[in-house]
């Protein structure tokens, strides 16, 4: 159950990770478990969280769970500073949660308010209150490791994804900002930047999606990155690189390209 070794600090002992109640933040859980991390699920939806926490503790994982509304941060920071304290401070934090799916891709003029707000809130601020409350502690500790899901998205602007695609930005801008403050303090960020992975929450998705990676490869991988200590981790590779080489084109055909990929 030790696993792998870990990298730039303490191998976790306690590890919370919000988006858990299906899809890639509930294979992440099941590789860390796996390792012998105690793991907390965090997310909305009471029963489908304990599905997955019977599942995990059926293989031998230690879990816990917490049912929680992103959308409403301040709730959230409060649950998860006492979480911090009741559980003898956590090692690794993974602020997975998101708004995504079809309500992701919808363009300016489809977009209702409503909707934008919840995708900037839970996936901009609902991302800040779940990894500010561990901040301290772990500098305290001098280990820990931070980590948020950004996207490949969040670097190429895409008529298909204004709100979701800013609110991407923004967590790899504070994820890539926390590390250069943090890391000489032995706390590590990680800004991951995954491109189409096959989730619930992505078979909702109408638009072409190229090169599709599974979800238990994108949970391992991740996993991998976390123990080598990335400051930022970004795949599939190739469909970077592809999105780098559109990125470089000038601004009126970029435009032009852009319309007709996302149709």
Known sequence: ??????????????????????????????????????VWLAGRGEERLQNVAAELRECGGRCHVI???LEDVDTCHRRFATLQQESGGMDLVLANAA?????????????PWP?????????VAGVAA???????????RGHGRLAAMSSIAGGYPNPRTPAYGASKAAVGYLLRSMDIALRPRGVLATAIYPGFVATPGTAEIDDAMPIVVGQEVA???????LRRGRR????????????????????????????????
């Not at 708004?99 to 977009?111: D, F, K, Q, S």
């Not at 779940?130 to 305290?140: C, G, K, S």
Request: with cysteine; aromatic share 6%; net charge positive.
């Open 219 to 225: 949970a391992r991988r991740l996993v991998a990155a």
């Open 67 to 69: 049912a929680i509304d």
């Open 115 to 123: 909707i934008a707000r919840q995708i900037m809130t839970v996936n």
């Open 1 to 38: 159950m030790s696993g792998p070794r870990w990298l730039h600090g303490p191998k976790p002992a306690r590890a919370l990770i919000t988006g858990a109640t299906r899809g890639l933040g509930a294979s992440i859980a099941g590789v860390l478990c796996s390792e012998g991390v105690e």
């Open 130 to 140: 779940t990894l500010w409350p561990f901040i301290e502690p772990m500098v305290a």
């Open 99 to 111: 708004v995504t799916g079809r309500r992701a891709g919808m363009g300016p003029l489809e977009c």
């Open 232 to 263: 930022v981790v970004r795949f599939p590779r190739r469909l970077f690189w592809l999105s780098r080489l559109i990125g470089l084109l000038p601004l009126p055909i970029y435009d032009i390209a852009t319309r007709s990929l996302t149709g």
